[in-house]
């Protein structure tokens, strides 16, 4: 699971508990400006993954981590589909991070009001 805070002008993302063993990352931070939305998706972990490297995938129990699909590089940390959220980038490593919320409206609300700001 995954925490999503605002600070300072950047999107930050802290992977919680074991999660950081299976995604490889504790942390990411990416710039407001590079981020272009956010979405409640619990359907995206149907779509193909591609290539994962790094990372761990066993279907219908975790998605972690870098995968390559398409030419673009995408995070994950999904355990549960319907907490996932889809943060879409621009000009980023990743092109987008699919991550597990707690609370995922209230996540994306939270990144939609910043970049209304």
Do not use: C
């Amino acid at each position: 699971m995954a925490h999503i805070s605002i600070d300072n002008g950047n999107l930050i993302v802290e992977i919680e508990g074991l999660d950081k063993l299976w995604t490889l990352k504790s942390r990411l931070t990416i710039p407001l400006a590079h981020v272009r939305g956010a979405t409640v998706d619990p359907g995206i972990v149907k779509e193909p993954k591609g290539l994962r490297a790094p990372g761990t995938h066993f279907p219908g129990l975790i998605t972690a981590g870098t995968f390559h699909v398409d030419g673009e590089r995408v995070f994950w940390d999904v355990r549960d589909p319907a907490k996932a959220v889809v943060v879409q980038l621009a000009d980023e490593r990743y092109a987008r991070l699919v991550v597990q919320v707690s609370d995922p409206h209230a996540s994306v609300a939270l990144v939609e009001n910043a970049l209304s700001n």
